[in-house]
Nanobody, 118 residues
Framework: QVQVVESGGGLVQAGGSLRLSCAAS????????VGWFRQAPGKEREFVAA????????SYADFVKGRFTISTDNAKNMVYLQMNSLKPEDTAVYYC???????????WGQGTQVTVSS
């Protein structure tokens, strides 16, 4: 079983940047994908970005392309989400999750709050 803990959220002005971190533990992640999701008040949770733990393949939601970058540090068992050019509509709780090919996203963390002021 994989456990994840998110951190790095906070309050930032529009146009600013934040880097979220996802610390993974519990088992080797060689065959896993790690994803970031977000949920704004009154809205459903939505996909933001994902990356294969072994590297190479990443995907992004259209609304973050060109602004957000997902990356891994395999030696530290960390996944990062660098968020630039933040907008007020990026305000949400951001979650990290993992999955293997053919499975559903699981091992959700507690989330980290990102608030972007206008």
């Amino acid at each position: 079983q994989v456990q994840v803990v998110e951190s790095g959220g906070g309050l930032v002005q529009a146009g600013g940047s934040l880097r979220l971190s996802c610390a993974a533990s519990g088992r080797a992640l060689i065959n896993y994908r790690v994803g970031w999701f977000r949920q704004a008040p009154g809205k459903e949770r939505e996909f933001v970005a994902a990356i294969r733990w072994s590297g190479g393949f990443s995907s992004y939601a259209d609304f973050v392309k060109g602004r957000f970058t997902i990356s891994t540090d395999n030696a530290k068992n960390m996944v990062y989400l660098q968020m630039n050019s933040l907008k007020p509509e990026d305000t949400a709780v951001y979650y990290c999750a993992v999955r293997t090919d053919g499975s559903s996203w699981s091992s959700w963390g507690q989330g980290t709050q990102v608030t972007v002021s206008s």
